[in-house]
């Protein structure tokens, strides 16, 4: 994720106007040949308040569990079914269950598309679980994608979107080949997403795993995210996030931001990040702020504990003058970092500039911890580069940082 930072706030702009748009839209190519038809094997109880309902009509479905009391259910039989693009809108009577278990496939053609792929829209108590797949199909989508290359950067769809959702959960499923970020987690809270696959090829563009924006009390736990970009990315106005047992790589690793971009962002606060591994990533465990920040914003209260590195390029990065391609207004940043740690990081680095904390002169990170570093380069010494940062290191850090 790089140059389309601008594309991600785009976004979430846009995602009110088209939710509310698209509501009830039929996908154009339902039905297609490109996936048999839904078979729904589990219609049972329909209306009654508390079965199951088939996907064979998914929006009818929707409609069905929406107004449905007791334990709705719709579920996604095995096989594969072309589904959507769809925006699936509460509030509900009471809460859903997406039980999936085929495999939804994204529609290829772009212009099928509003915005996004499947997005839940003000839904409170949503469990999506199963062992089945979102697959994006996004290597219809890729070659069009000039975002690298530095070209006219347009959005893609977001495979799975959540937003204003409250009560949620995501476990076990797979998410395959997002045509752009896999997830995206936005204006929601009390949100566990666990035991999920997220997957693309290194090369894909922007095909970032988990991204939060405006969230608070969210959990990611025992998930594997491998896609070349962000695994998790952790934008302006997140609050209680915490992160265990994630496997990132390959890609950019866990990112905090980037933040400072847009006027009036809010706080990032409250991040915990503990038990990963970070494998053949460019970065670890990163906090990037632009260094022009419109407004004043602050990010604190940040840990990073027992993560393992694996021939990673920066393991761990703070740094302030956050500029993809070069193209950023000249300026100082004034994003406040407070008390950030890091503990237990150990493995091994890419490049011997294993650390890099680059605060800001206006504004210098303070609290910055750094205790048990175990980072070794194969390839010689390695470097540590502290500026404008206030803090404390312990032994194990052979070089001078505060
Ligand atoms: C946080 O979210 C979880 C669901 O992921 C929920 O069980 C828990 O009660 C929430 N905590 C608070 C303080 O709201
Ligand atoms: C850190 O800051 C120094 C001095 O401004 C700069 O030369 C270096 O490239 C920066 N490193 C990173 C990773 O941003
Ligand atoms: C460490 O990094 C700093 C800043 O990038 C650089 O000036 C210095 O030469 C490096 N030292 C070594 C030993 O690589």
Known sequence: MNSIENIKCIVLLFLLACTISAQGSAPKDKGSSAAPAATGATAGAKGSGSGTFDVKDYGAAWTEACAATGNPTIVVSDGSYLLGPVNFEGPCKAPITIQ???????STNLGAYKENWVVF????????TGTGTFDGQGASAWPSN??????????FPMSVVFAFVENGAIRGIKSLNSKYFHFNIFSSKNIEISNVGITAPEDSPNTDGIHLGDVSNITIADTTIGTGDDCISIGPGSTDVTITGVNCGPGHGISIGSLGKYANEKDVSGITVKGCTLTKTTNGLRIKTFQNNPSPVKADNIHFEDITMDHVTNPILIDQQYCPNGACTAGVSTVAIRDVTFKNIKGIASNSQTITINCSEKVPCTQISLSNIQVTCPAGSTNVTCANAKGQADGTLKHPCF
């Open 100 to 106: 999936l278990n085929g495999k939804l496939l994204g």
């Open 121 to 128: 829209y003000k839904v409170t108590g949503l469990t999506i």
């Open 146 to 155: 000039k975002c690298r290359s530095g070209g006219a950067c347009k959005t």
